[in-house]
């Protein structure tokens, strides 16, 4: 067993062993279900594991149901495959917190402006334009009702 995990851990560093290792500075945009959303992250992608990435993320919602919402939280990629030489695929996963505007109502405090946890995944396929420069587009699901399809940018530094 512990054999089978070496080997696993072997070839996902061998698949990555081109990335380029760093912080990262994420930017990107697409639609939640389907209204718009932006979001920002930094990262780490690590020298001893270039297969692995951990990242804060901020993103910002139109409105869905009443209000627009923001949402923060820590996620963590896995770069599964490399291959032509600049792509990549990877999965993501985010747990994150929500926050609506505070809408007309003035008077609302944050305990009544917390929406509850976001919990996500998804997939990714990765273009390298140059070694610090990729795009991405990502597919992500999870809960509350959340479907997301996204086209980001990443600079490694």
Same mark, same amino acid.
């Given at each position: 067993?512990?054999?089978?995990?070496?080997?696993?851990?072997?070839?996902?560093?061998?698949?990555?062993?081109?990335?380029?290792?760093?912080?990262?500075?994420?930017?990107?945009?697409?639609?939640?279900?389907?209204?718009p959303?932006?979001?920002?992250?930094?990262?780490?992608?690590?020298?001893?594991?270039?297969?692995?990435?951990?990242?804060?993320?901020?993103?910002?919602? +139109?409105?869905?149901?009443?209000?627009? *919402?923001?949402?923060?939280? @820590? !996620?963590? =990629?896995?770069?599964?495959?490399?291959?032509? &030489?600049?792509?990549?695929?990877?999965?993501q996963?985010?747990?994150?917190? +929500?926050?609506?505007?505070?809408?007309? *109502?003035?008077?609302?405090? @944050? !305990?009544? =402006?917390?929406?509850?946890?976001?919990?996500? &995944?998804?997939?990714?396929?990765?273009?390298?334009i140059?070694?610090?420069?990729?795009?991405?587009?990502?597919?992500?699901?999870?809960?509350?009702?959340?479907l997301?399809?996204?086209?980001?940018?990443?600079?490694?530094?």
């Open positions: 067993m512990v054999t089978r995990a070496w080997v696993v851990v072997a070839l996902l560093a061998a698949s990555a062993a081109e990335a380029k290792p760093g912080f990262t500075a994420t930017a990107g945009g697409g639609v939640n279900v389907d209204t959303f932006v979001e920002t992250q930094l990262g780490r992608r690590f020298v001893r594991a270039p297969f692995f990435e951990l990242f804060l993320d901020y993103s910002y919602n +139109a409105t869905i149901s009443e209000f627009p *919402f923001q949402t923060f939280g @820590i !996620g963590a =990629r896995t770069y599964v495959f490399r291959f032509a &030489q600049r792509f990549e695929l990877f999965h996963a985010l747990a994150a917190f +929500a926050i609506s505007g505070s809408g007309d *109502f003035d008077n609302r405090d @944050i !305990g009544q =402006r917390v929406l509850g946890a976001v919990l996500t &995944q998804g997939v990714s396929v990765q273009a390298s140059n070694p610090c420069w990729t795009v991405a587009l990502v597919v992500s699901t999870g809960t509350p009702v959340w997301r399809p996204e086209l980001t940018v990443r600079f490694t530094f």
